[in-house]
């Protein structure tokens, strides 16, 4: 079972940079499907991503259509948009034989709405009050999805390396 963020011709290089670091942070695999916004040796990017790019288990496919020829039957995906009608914590993520794929579209105006239709039955939806927002921040959700999977699945190789002492309060 591997988790993966899938991320649809992002636009704005310090929401791709603060994913990164989450999914480095999670053992999470980084999709970004073309175009980008941005130039991956951005200046933004790189801040954002902090030391960690090295890090970032990172696969950039040329489109769409290309990444989902990547997808095998084993693979569950699900697009993350506020328009789905069932929330993301409504979801079992923990098969043993499933990778999990969650796609979030570009920060201005999502996923391709032909693409939701076709795929509606995996559209899911973190709740907001649009009345007040557009959207949340990309970056937020994304870390809110992954951590959502990841405590169903029971945290899996995120073990504690480090622990305050009452010597290092001092």
Known sequence: MTNHIVLFEPLMPANTGNI?????????KLHLIEPLGFQ????HLKRAGLDYWDTVDLTIHPSLEQF????SQQDELFLISKFAPRSYHEVDYTAQDHDYY??????????PAEFMVEH????????????HIRA??????????????????GFPELELTHTYTDDKLK
């Open 102 to 111: 969650f796609m979030f579209g570009k920060e201005t105006t999502g996923l």
């Open 40 to 43: 991956l040796d951005d200046k």
């Open 68 to 71: 989902m020829t990547t997808l």
């Open 136 to 153: 949340l921040n990309l970056s937020n959700t994304a870390a809110i999805v992954i951590y959502e999977v990841l405590r169903q699945q």
């Open 20 to 28: 990164a670091r989450t999914a480095t942070g999670t053992n999470t």
């Open 120 to 131: 509606a039955e995996k559209a899911l939806r973190i709740p907001q009050n649009d009345q």
